[in-house]
């Protein structure tokens, strides 16, 4: 992830990724993009859950829309997700650079 990432949204991020559904959602969601609604069938879930967990995903990055697509004049227009791409190394050094400026000093 971005090496200027503060301690606060790291948290989030390790929250987010510690669920089993936000985790089963990006590797679906690697293999193929897909709407909220195939989401939702795909996994047997609810469809505000899947949309509840899709925008915790994408507020924090993990997800992008890639695609919008409208069926028919009138109706709403469909989006697609897909994973953005991440690379996530938590070593100890790292988590000291989030919270250990210089001299003791706390980050966020």
Not at 74 to 98: D, V
């Amino acid at each position: 992830m971005n090496e200027n990432i503060d301690s606060q949204t790291m948290v989030k991020i390790l929250k987010a990724l510690a669920n089993p559904i936000r985790l089963k959602m990006i590797a679906l969601l690697h293999k193929e993009p897909k709407n909220v609604y195939a989401l939702a069938k795909e996994m047997e879930l609810p469809y505000p859950l899947a949309h509840l967990h899709l925008n915790g995903l994408k507020k924090l990055g993990l997800v992008k829309e890639v695609k919008t697509e409208q069926k028919a004049k009138g109706l709403p227009t469909i989006k697609y997700y897909a994973p953005s791409e991440f690379t996530f190394i938590l070593t100890p050094e790292n988590i000291r650079k989030l919270y250990v400026k210089n001299k003791g000093e706390r980050n966020g």
